[in-house]
């Protein structure tokens, strides 16, 4: 049987795929890297999707809201947001390309 919605919620995504799905957002340009304007954090009021790992952030977890220098605002999980933080700083990445042997 599958867990149901209880206890303590969906949002039990392992680390390494938030990060993987963070990194795509960075890649493709949903989440700016560095880029951040105003962000605030509180406690959610309604249940909704973290613009991070995808599952649903619950009435009374903490949530950040944070809105981009190009006016796109996200909401996400404090840790997404801490996981996004790290992805973006450079030496938190693996090298992006390995050229030793390529012609
Ligand atoms: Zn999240």
């Given at each position: 049987m599958m867990p149901a919605?209880?206890?303590?919620?969906?949002?039990?995504?392992p680390e390494p795929i938030i990060r993987e799905r963070l990194r795509r957002l960075i890649d493709s340009g949903?989440?700016?890297?560095?880029?951040?304007?105003c962000l605030w954090e509180w406690t959610c009021h309604h249940q909704h999707a973290c613009s991070?790992?995808?599952t649903a952030i619950i009435k009374g977890e903490i949530e950040v809201e944070v809105t981009t220098r190009s006016g796109v605002v996200l909401l996400l999980h404090v840790r997404c947001l801490e996981l996004w933080a790290e992805e973006t700083r450079p030496h938190a990445r693996p090298l992006p390309e390995r050229r030793r042997g390529l012609a």
């Amino acid at each position: 049987m599958m867990p149901a919605f209880s206890g303590d919620g969906p949002d039990t995504l392992p680390e390494p795929i938030i990060r993987e799905r963070l990194r795509r957002l960075i890649d493709s340009g949903v989440l700016p890297p560095g880029g951040l304007g105003c962000l605030w954090e509180w406690t959610c009021h309604h249940q909704h999707a973290c613009s991070g790992c995808g599952t649903a952030i619950i009435k009374g977890e903490i949530e950040v809201e944070v809105t981009t220098r190009s006016g796109v605002v996200l909401l996400l999980h404090v840790r997404c947001l801490e996981l996004w933080a790290e992805e973006t700083r450079p030496h938190a990445r693996p090298l992006p390309e390995r050229r030793r042997g390529l012609a």
